[in-house]
């Protein structure tokens, strides 16, 4: 199974920036999408960005124009470029991938999550 490690969270003040980083084993040419969610404590996991193998991106509404989602194939990185951070992004990160491993099964991986806090 593919393992994904989240790096990147951090405690910011409002208006700060992070960078958030998905670290794959393995080359990431095999992912045909991966995405960025969050989740918040007693809240639902929601979708934050998408990005194809390709590289065409989608955002959730509430982060557009403050969010840049990208990868890396040769380092077998993903990032999230956080700016205009705002205290309603506070939140545990988490990196999904998923891979067709035969035809119509594909195979969907989580990292562990990595925590951002937005306080003053």
């Known amino acids: 199974q593919a393992q994904l490690v989240e790096s990147g969270g951090g405690l910011v003040q409002p208006g700060g920036s992070l960078r958030l980083s998905c670290a794959a084993s393995g080359n990431i040419f095999r992912f045909y999408v991966m995405g960025w969610y969050r989740q918040a404590p007693g809240k639902q996991r929601e979708l934050v960005a998408t990005i194809t193998r390709g590289g065409s991106a989608n955002y959730a509404d509430s982060v557009k124009g403050r969010f840049t989602i990208s990868r890396d194939n040769v380092r077998n990185t993903m990032y999230l470029q956080m700016d205009s951070l705002k205290p309603e992004d506070s939140a545990a990160y988490y990196c999904?991938?998923?891979?067709?491993?035969?035809?119509?099964?594909?195979?969907?991986?989580w990292g562990q999550g990595t925590q951002v806090t937005i306080s003053s």
């Open positions: 999904n991938s998923k891979e067709v491993v035969r035809t119509a099964s594909i195979a969907d991986y």
